[in-house]
Each structure stands twice: as C-alpha cells, then as structure tokens.
C-alpha cells in the first residue's frame, strides 16, 4: 500500500475543484444537525433554472399552471397571515410585495431570498418571511385532516356521542351501552366539550413557533373535554373510557401523555394502602357509592396539600415553553383508525389520525382560565415567538 505523506495528501487536496468542497454548510445543520428549515437566514438558488429545479423537488411544477396558480394562493394567504397576526399596529409589508404584478414570476420570490447583496437587503429578509409562512401552509394544507375532514370527525367523535347522555334537567353524564362491560354504570360529567378544530391561523402559529414541530405532529387538531365534579372522577372518567372500549389503550401515543393534576404515584399508593379498606371495614354496612367518593376525594386533596415539599413528584410534565407552570391537567392523545372508501370498495383506505382527550376537574379548570394559565395568555406567548422566528429584524 502506498504510503500517503503530508506532502501528498496536501498535492492531492489542492488538486480537488473547488466545487467539490464548496459543501452548503446549512443544508447540512438541517439534515443531520437538528435545524429547522424555518430558521434558515437565506436560500442557494442563483438561477431560474435552478429555482424551477428547486420548486419540482419540493412538489410544484412551475410550468404547470394548477401549480403556479396553488402557489400565488399560498402566497395570499401567507401575506393575509402575516399582517392580521404577526405585524404590530404601524407595521405593513413593502409594496413591492403586495401584488403579484410586481413579483411578475413566483421564482423571483426564491431568487430574492437568495440575494445577500446589502442594497436588497431588506427584500431579501421579507422574501425569506414569506417563504416560512408559505412553506408551513403548504404542509398543513396538505396533510389527511385536509382530505378526509367528514371521515376523520365522524369516526373520532361518535364513540363519545354514543356514550354521552344529557338528561331533561341538562345533566350530563358518562353513560355506559348496554354491550359494555360490568363497571361502574354512569358518572355525572360538569361539562363535555368538543374542542373546536384549530384554525388556520392557530395551526400556523403553532407550527411557527416550536421549531420541532412539523405538519404531522399536530396531535391536537382535533380533541375532547372532560370536565368533572370532583379530583376523583378526574381518575374514574380516565378508566371508564378504556374499561368499556370508548377509547383503545394500544393506540396511545405514550411520549405525548401528561400529568399535572395529581401525582400518579400518590393515586397509585392509596389504591395500594390499607387506608381505604380499614375506611371500609369500620362501617357495618356497606358504604353508598357517595361516601366512597367523598372520602376518597378528600384523601387526594389532603394528599396533595401535603405534597409541597415536592410538588413535581409523581407528575408527568409534557415539556411546552408557552403553557404556564401553574396549569394543569390529564391529557393524553389516542389514536383511531379511520376508514375511508377507496378506488374500489374492495380496497378501502384506512389510517390512524390522532386526537388529544383532556380530563380536568371544574375547580381547577377555573383556576386554568385567569391569569398566566389562560388560554389568552398561552396564545399570545405562542404569537410573540412565532411573530420573532418569521420577523426577526423587526
């Protein structure tokens, strides 16, 4: 084997064009670094050859007029996006970039981007803006919910609809089919909501905001409620759901599950402890249903009263830099299996689509609803950094 000196190796490396080191560093942070293409300051594009080659690898043919047209859309809307949502009073995007006259071709949008020059500055930084907006549309409006909205909605939410009863006098309750399993029958709900189906606008800004985020792991699009009357039922609501096959307990998704209502290892010991039994066995008669509640919802409170010393003990936290220290909840997100018709009706088309069910007590749901835990608050946290990520020099 010929041995490679210093000297050699160096005659060689000069020997190498140029082009083979000219290696694009930040493509490569995205690839294999954990950079997210949102973050990118600026494309590599210094043709419209090569922009066209960049749009076809992406998806759209610029030469294809459904696709020119589907990008001037996105451009709209990502224009619309940015000045109702991002933009401060006073502040309005260039002219330049208010029609497509002035742009003339879509591929300039991607050529401006790539413009470092200090006289464009400033049209380069809003190209580049646009292109984030428009890059995170493209993705949410292409995605399963997109396409089978009706099938997702329908199938989601009819095993809920089917165990959800609203008595004359307007209560509402968990309310077990005849097929179901042996358990407990019914339990009084406070309120059952549907969570509305995020927006547009919400779904951009998440997106926008958590640089992991991508299209595909917005878990909570779609979602249910559960508020209960007590910290107890909290738990029972939790177990009703799977012990009569409500909900498929294969089908969670384990790394998206979160705790910050009660201690889970502190539930556990008390079903565990002799507490409640010799509770029990102290009574000659059997205790009413009630009074196993009431006791047993007492001794979670004082438990938790008592758990100062180490309030994250036993919680199981879901890491959101916009949600409030002070919030809490039981959620957790279960997959279905949609079906779908196909090409034939022999080959229907089935996939898992994700919803996000939340349990909380009306009490501290009230406590969630003023201050840092609000829904207002934890919006406008998530609006401030996405309206950073996208206008960063303003």
Same mark, same amino acid.
């Given at each position: 084997m010929e041995n490679y000196?210093? #000297?050699?190796?160096?005659?060689? +490396?000069?020997?190498?064009?140029?082009? *083979?080191? /000219?290696?694009? $560093?930040? %493509?490569?942070?995205? @690839? &294999?670094?954990?950079? #997210?293409?949102? /973050?990118?300051?600026?494309?590599f594009i210094k043709n419209d050859e090569e922009a066209a080659q960049f749009?076809? @690898?992406?998806? +759209? /043919? %610029? +030469?294809?007029? #459904? =696709?020119?047209a589907r990008l001037w859309n996105y451009y709209g809307r990502a224009l619309a996006y940015i000045q109702t949502q991002l933009l401060l009073p006073g502040e309005q995007?260039? *002219? %330049?970039?208010k029609e497509e006259k002035y742009i003339k071709n879509f591929v300039n949008l991607l050529l401006w981007a790539s413009d470092l020059s200090p006289l464009y500055k400033e049209r380069q930084?809003?190209?580049?803006?646009?292109?984030?907006? %428009?890059?995170?549309? &493209?993705?949410?409006?292409? =995605?399963?919910?997109?396409?089978?909205? =009706?099938? &997702?909605?329908?199938? $989601?939410?009819?095993?809920?609809?089917? $165990? &959800? $009863?609203?008595? *004359? @006098?307007?209560?509402? #309750?968990?309310? @077990?089919?005849?097929?179901?399993l042996s358990?407990?029958?019914?339990?009084?709900? +406070?309120?059952f909501d549907v969570k509305p189906f995020k927006t547009s606008n919400s779904s951009i800004t998440k997106l926008l905001a958590k640089p992991e985020e991508v299209a595909f792991g917005v878990l909570d699009k779609m979602g249910v409620r559960f508020l209960t009357h007590s910290l107890y039922d909290c738990f029972r609501v939790l177990q009703w759901l799977f012990r009569h096959n409500v909900l498929s307990y294969p089908h969670l998704i384990p790394d998206e599950s979160a705790n910050t209502l009660f201690p889970l290892n502190l539930f556990v010991d008390l079903l565990k402890s002799g507490e409640l039994i010799n509770h029990m066995g102290l009574k000659k008669e059997n205790l009413s249903h009630q009074e196993v509640h009431d006791f047993i919802n007492k001794t979670l409170l004082d438990q938790l009263n008592q758990d100062q010393t180490s309030p994250t003990s036993g919680y199981r936290e879901k890491v959101n830099i916009f949600s409030s220290k002070e919030y809490r909840f039981i959620k957790f997100i279960v997959r279905q299996l949609v079906r779908t018709q196909g =090409?034939?009706?022999?080959r229907p088309f089935m996939f898992f689509y994700p919803h996000e069910i939340q349990i909380i007590d009306w009490q501290t749901y009230q406590k969630n609803s003023v201050g840092p835990s609000s829904h207002t608050e934890?919006?406008?946290?998530?609006?401030k950094k996405a309206r950073e990520r996208v206008l960063h020099w303003l």
């Open positions: 000196t210093s #000297s050699k190796l160096t005659q060689g +490396f000069l020997g190498t064009s140029k082009a *083979e080191l /000219d290696f694009n $560093v930040m %493509i490569l942070k995205t @690839a &294999i670094g954990g950079l #997210s293409v949102l /973050d990118h300051t600026y494309l749009l076809k @690898a992406y998806g +759209f /043919d %610029i +030469f294809n007029s #459904s =696709d020119e995007i260039p *002219e %330049i970039f930084l809003w190209s580049c803006a646009i292109l984030r907006v %428009i890059h995170v549309l &493209i993705h949410l409006t292409n =995605d399963l919910f997109t396409a089978f909205s =009706d099938e &997702i909605q329908e199938q $989601v939410l009819k095993p809920y609809r089917q $165990v &959800i $009863v609203t008595d *004359e @006098a307007g209560q509402v #309750s968990l309310c @077990a089919p005849q097929s179901s358990g407990q029958d019914s339990i009084p709900l +406070f309120r =090409d034939t009706v022999q934890y919006k406008a946290r998530q609006k």
